[in-house]
């Protein structure tokens, strides 16, 4: 049998992943023993156009390179990209982020008058021609290609696969002690997760720990999250790239639930969860309240009996909280938040009489559908973004956006095969429906509470509540008047709250903090939570589902009339 | 346990650490030096007086094989993992060891009198296959010979050899 005729190529390249082949010491004889090398220029004069298998190392930057790539695959049974600027494009790609002339006339000034220079954005190999193997890395690994050369030489292997090689998978078990659990497995200990809880939250929880291969991400003393500091906020999980943590799964329980005929499911769904579901659907441009729609059909041939929107009911706990501040001159936190609630009890136990959480969302969603619904069986399953629910056990199940992908998928259905025919949510409590939330403070809920709470005292707004910011991420709330007496502080960055903490942060009626990134949107529970632009897209959406209305003095009053009558209610 | 005398010997370790640049490395050394690991109590009460998170230190302990987390036993046996002793089945060695103390490199038996702790190099290559007891180097050691070496440590009524 003919030895396999081997070629290597470079493009744009360091030329790293052809040095290891030459480096490969004594076992280069092995490589000459397996295949005939014809064309190889970093290490030989003679060349040849008669080869089966090409070796592609380097990027394509010119037109000029397209066209030599291309006579290559023609002359070429197989092709084989060569580490990681073959295979992806790698560090000649950072260039793109530049205008190609601009790039130029940095890299060569005013001699840019030479057809060598006609450059064109980077690309990767496979953008434009087949790439029947990759072999990756920067440099790559020599065993790693000697497998290869081998492989040929004895067996020819299936076209258009991407041979990973001889990765051993860390050692562990899942540590599935809490709501938020960790595959060392998965994890690639980017660190993402330990620079979150350690210096944007400084919640000190998980850390790195061990060293080498053996590296893991774990609490001290692998404890477990409810052991420790842990406030289940869940940026953690939001943050991991690969997907090494993963919630408590609620999506069998749920499913068992549904399939029970005795049960009277009730299902709360809050639409930021959904931004992030839609996120998980294929395909983009979709509209929200037509998803919405397909989710409530979904759910309710499923055998729910009620789905619920979890909005009026946020609106309900601000207006107890507004009802609080204009009685009581005490300051008070923000009580929506269960990672709050659990921040002030773990690090700031002194702070915690200042909590109410008699009046979080939670609290007003479950007495008014118990009291609505008595039935004997009643089951009530939340989709939020917030992780943090599912360390309650008041509720018969907690969803995320990513478990209710999960639940679909487990009962197979297929969202699309529903008609986008809009329908609403289930209404107990009549209430507008309209964005009150916006990024860097511009509607806050703590603006909200004490615009209630102004209301609810001198029946009318007809008076201007001052926005300061004081720095990045902190505004201070007050009214500008005679009577101006509420004011509150808002801190979107939890780190800060220990220096307003000392300074006499008393004076306030209301303080609102949180420690995701802009709140609920990017909350534990939605899907990875990367970058401001998909948190600007949720919030995009919300705003188109929900209409934007300014606040108004009859939305307030309609949210004062709700909650004085769900009051005598429960 | 903690008591208050290694509270004052931490306090004092911090104390002498003040001015020092990111001391969280020399503080956990002189823990260790001094009381002879770095426990739990120990690591969590460091944490309070330095302020630096507890995670964090637990991330240096496990990192540098130096620190102990568990009381070291009265003896700590070395048995070398060297590429002279290992030809010369220094893995016999250290499994009879392991099975006559019933724990694994890193640990201490239970009545606190032996630790065992495999190591690269001890260098005496001629020696082959070698452990070292404390100070003690015992060379050319044959797993038959262990229980007699082990008696030579062990205090009477605390520790029985089957």
Not at chain 1, 69 to 77: E, H, Q
Not at chain 2, 49 to 75: A, M, R
């Amino acid at each position: 049998m003919m030895k396999p005729r081997v070629a290597f190529f470079d493009f744009a390249s360091c030329e790293g992943c052809q040095l290891q082949v030459i480096n490969l010491e004594e076992s280069i004889l092995d490589l000459i023993d397996a295949v005939d090398i014809v064309s190889f220029r970093e290490t030989m004069k003679e060349h040849s156009d008669e080869y089966d298998i090409a070796f592609i190392e380097g990027s394509i930057v010119r037109p000029m390179d397209e066209e030599r790539l291309k006579k290559i695959r023609s002359n070429a049974k197989f092709l084989i990209a060569l580490g990681d600027c073959a295979c992806t494009g790698g560090v000649n790609k950072l260039r793109n982020l530049l205008p190609v002339d601009e790039v130029v006339e940095k890299a060569y000034g005013d001699v840019y008058d030479n057809k060598y220079f006609e450059v064109e954005p980077a690309k990767a190999i496979d953008e434009v021609v087949d790439v029947d193997f990759y072999i990756r890395g920067c440099p790559i690994r020599k065993d790693q290609l000697l497998y290869y050369v081998n492989r040929f030489a004895t067996t020819p292997p299936h076209k258009n696969l991407d041979m990973r090689f001889d990765v051993v998978p860390k050692e562990g078990e899942v540590d599935a002690r809490s709501i938020i659990q960790y595959n060392p497995k998965k994890c690639i200990l980017c660190r993402r997760c330990h620079v979150v809880c350690n210096e944007v939250l400084n919640v000190h929880t998980i850390g790195i720990s061990q060293k080498g291969n053996r590296s893991i991400i774990s609490t001290p003393f692998g404890v477990g999250l409810e052991g420790n500091k842990c406030i289940f906020c869940g940026q953690c999980l939001v943050s991991c790239p690969v997907g090494a943590f993963s919630e408590k799964s609620d999506v069998n329980k749920v499913s068992a639930m549904l399939k029970d005929p005795s049960n009277f499911v009730v299902f709360v769904v809050d639409p930021i969860a959904i931004t992030s579901f839609i996120e998980t659907l294929p395909g983009s441009d979709r509209d929200m309240g037509a998803e919405i729609g397909k989710i409530i059909t979904a759910l309710k041939e499923m055998n729910a009996k009620r789905v619920m929107d979890f909005t009026p009911y946020t609106y309900l706990s601000y207006a107890a909280q507004g009802e609080y501040i204009r009685d009581n001159r005490t300051m008070t936190f923000s009580s929506w938040c269960p990672s709050v609630q659990e921040y002030l009890e773990k690090f700031y136990p002194e702070y915690q009489r200042y909590t109410h959480p008699e009046t979080s969302p939670a609290n007003f969603l479950l007495k008014t559908i118990k009291s609505k619904y008595p039935e004997e069986n009643l089951k009530i399953v939340l989709v939020s973004p917030c992780i943090a629910y599912k360390t309650s056990d008041a509720f018969d199940g907690v969803l995320t956006s990513r478990e209710l992908s999960a639940l679909f998928k487990s009962n197979e259905i297929d969202l699309d095969l529903y008609s986008c025919k809009k329908v609403d949510f289930d209404k107990d409590i009549e209430m507008e429906r309209t964005y009150i939330r916006g990024v860097r403070s511009d509607y806050s809920y703590a603006r909200l509470i004490l615009e209630i709470a102004y209301m609810s005292k001198f029946h009318n707004l007809d008076v201007t509540l001052n926005v300061t910011p004081i720095e990045d991420y902190v505004y201070e709330f007050a009214f500008d008047s005679e009577e101006g007496f509420f004011s509150a502080l808002l801190i979107e960055d939890m780190s800060k709250l220990r220096k307003y903490l000392s300074k006499g942060i008393e004076k306030y009626n209301l303080v609102e903090f949180y420690p995701c990134l802009h709140g609920c949107i990017s909350g534990g529970g939605q899907v990875l939570t990367n970058s401001l632009e998909t948190i600007d897209k949720r919030i995009a959406m919300l705003k188109e589902y929900k209409g934007v209305t300014d606040l108004k003095n009859d939305f307030i009053s309609q949210v004062i009339k709700a909650y004085s009558q769900l009051k005598e209610v429960i | 346990m903690m008591d208050v005398k290694d509270r004052y010997i931490i306090d004092t370790i911090i104390e002498k650490c003040e001015g020092v640049r990111d001391p969280a490395l020399i503080i956990l050394q002189n823990v260790q030096e001094i009381l002879g690991y770095v426990g739990k109590e120990y690591l969590e009460y460091v944490s309070e007086k330095s302020g630096y998170p507890l995670v964090e230190l637990y991330g240096i302990i496990t990192f540098y094989p130096q620190f102990k987390l568990n009381p070291p036993g009265k003896n700590t046996i070395k048995v070398c993992q060297g590429t002279a002793c290992h030809v010369r089945g220094s893995d016999r060695i250290l499994g009879t060891l392991e099975e006559l103390l019933k724990i694994s490199p890193g640990e201490t038996t239970e009545n606190r009198l032996f630790s065992l702790e495999s190591v690269r190099c001890l260098g005496c290559c001629g020696l082959a296959p070698t452990i070292m007891i404390n100070k003690k180097t015992y060379g050319r050691v044959k797993p038959s010979n262990l229980k007699n070496i082990l008696a030579e440590y062990e205090e009477v009524d605390q520790y029985v050899v089957e």
